[in-house]
């Protein structure tokens, strides 16, 4: 395996850790601060679907921390138990947030439309591009192969780097949206406000991280398929 390969994967998995204990920690901070309206994150999320006319959707509990996400599939918005319980800062940034998919899935928003559309796509491509990426590594150590087969690999990885760019203004749209009811509509007060902005921001540094990871990662293969291939 290249140095720099390894040198990327060590680095981007120390920055990963780094602000997932973050993201955490924020959660448990912003957890013990209760909002003004004193709703809880089912409740939020119910009211943002209404204020935005959507009624299809249905807003459930699921085990596990930080397991909320939104299912446009099954039209359900899915919350962990800290947060479809929680009457705190932390359970109306998720909760809204969360709901703000909902909104883009709605409203057809274009980002969302074309990372649904890549889903397929990136499910075969994650699961093949790296064996085949280190078949081609390999073939070149003992000796043998050509650069077909890394490149085949470089292919089906830059699926799953598109898939990673494209999610994040996936994500910041939807924080964004959730941030802009949650002031409108009076459920956080504005340092409650600033305190649901804080934690929203460091769970889509998760979601930049491992964007920039796989930049990185990508050009590496790159430079080695054109050195390979110049040999």
């Known amino acids: 395996m290249p140095f720099g390969i390894i040198f990327i994967s060590l680095l981007f998995m120390a920055l990963g850790m780094i602000v997932q204990f973050r993201l955490k920690s924020k959660f448990a901070t912003y957890s013990k601060i209760s909002t003004g309206s004193g709703l809880s994150g089912k409740e939020i999320a119910e009211k943002m679907l209404h204020d935005n006319g959507i009624y299809d959707v249905t807003v459930t509990s699921v085990p596990g921390f930080l397991s909320d996400h939104y299912d446009p599939i099954k039209k359900t918005i899915n919350l962990s138990p800290d947060v479809y319980e929680g009457r705190n800062i932390s359970a109306a940034a998720v909760a809204s947030h969360e709901c703000g998919h909902a909104v883009q899935h709605a409203t057809s928003y274009s980002m969302l439309m074309l990372r649904s559309a890549l889903v397929p796509v990136v499910q075969i491509s994650s699961n093949l591009a790296q064996w085949i990426i280190l078949i081609g590594l ?12 890394l490149l085949i690999g470089i292919i089906l990885f830059a699926a799953s780097t598109l898939f990673s760019v494209i999610t994040l203004p996936v994500e910041f749209d939807a924080s964004a949206r959730a941030l802009k009811w949650l002031e409108a509509s009076h459920i956080t ?43």
């Open 138 to 149: 390999g073939l070149f150590s003992f000796g043998g192969g050509n650069p077909t087969v």
């Open 189 to 231: 007060s504005p340092e409650e406000h600033d305190k649901a902005k804080d934690a929203l921001k460091w769970a889509a540094l998760t979601y930049v991280i491992a964007a920039l990871a796989s930049i990185a990662l990508l050009i590496q293969y790159i430079l080695i398929y054109q050195g390979r291939s110049r040999d």
